[in-house]
């Protein structure tokens, strides 16, 4: 079981260009989130994706920032016209159904680097 | 809305001495607790959740957290520190809309644990 896998590990971005970020769920797992960590801000909500629905969506900042799930393949977090501030890292986990159990389960991040 | 504070940013510790890391919680309802652990440069890691039921839970790594209602808290504890235990410490809780639990965890801060040799 591979877990939640998430690519790249790194990336840098000139200001202006576009960054992708991708996550594959854990096998069996139909939910996903995004979040953001940024130093002494902990862990931040981003967007709450099941299948091709987006279910929450209200950590999303208004402009720039998008994220799919789709029937087929790894949820994407697009950002376009990355900004210095939009360097942080950006953590993927998914859950079953329910997330009773053992709440999420983590991929182990991407580091975005505006430069 | 529903929150959890992590009131120490950092804690040291003694190896071998008791550990605690402190959480609080605000919500409407009953509250389905979390706590998290990362290392340096990964994902983070469950620990141990609190649902229903006895208020001691225990954990991953020997950890425990009592939830005490009167109190709001949650705090996560170890009798015996180990220096593999230094790391970020997360709580979280489930988020409530329209009266039901959500699937969404909403973290605290951290608080970031080290423990000297």
């Known amino acids: 079981n591979a877990g939640v896998m998430q690519n790249p590990r790194h990336l840098v971005r000139r200001r202006g260009q576009e960054a992708r970020l991708r996550c594959s769920p854990m096998k069996g797992h139909s939910h996903v989130y995004w979040y953001r960590q940024l130093p002494e801000e902990g862990l931040k909500f981003m967007v709450y994706?099941?299948?091709?629905?987006?279910?929450?969506e209200s950590g999303m900042p208004k402009e720039r920032f998008s994220a799919e799930f789709p029937k087929e393949g790894p949820s994407i977090l697009r950002i376009q016209q990355v900004v210095r501030g939009d360097s942080a890292a950006y953590f993927c986990?998914?859950?079953?159904?329910?997330?009773?159990?053992?709440?999420?389960?983590f991929g182990s991040g991407t580091r975005l680097t505006v430069v | 809305a529903q929150s959890v504070a992590q009131p120490e940013d950092q804690v040291n510790v003694a190896e071998g001495n008791p550990l605690t890391v402190k959480c609080t919680y605000s919500?409407?309802?009953?509250?389905?607790l979390f706590w998290y652990v990362q290392y340096p440069n990964r994902g983070l890691q469950f620990l141990l959740k609190?649902?229903?039921?006895?208020?001691l839970v225990k954990g991953s790594y020997g950890f425990e957290a009592e939830f005490n209602k009167s109190q709001t808290s949650f705090h996560l504890k170890k009798p015996s520190a180990l220096v593999s235990d230094s790391a970020l410490y997360f709580c979280?809780?489930?988020?409530?809309?329209?009266?039901?639990?959500?699937?969404?965890?909403?973290f605290g801060t951290g608080t970031l644990l080290a423990v000297q040799p």
């Open positions: 919500v409407s309802g009953n509250p389905y």
């Open positions: 609190y649902i229903t039921g006895d208020n």
């Open positions: 986990a998914s859950s079953p159904q329910k997330v009773d159990g053992y709440g999420y389960t």
């Open positions: 979280a809780v489930r988020d409530i809309e329209y009266g039901g639990a959500t699937n969404k965890l909403i």
């Open positions: 994706l099941q299948k091709e629905n987006i279910i929450d």
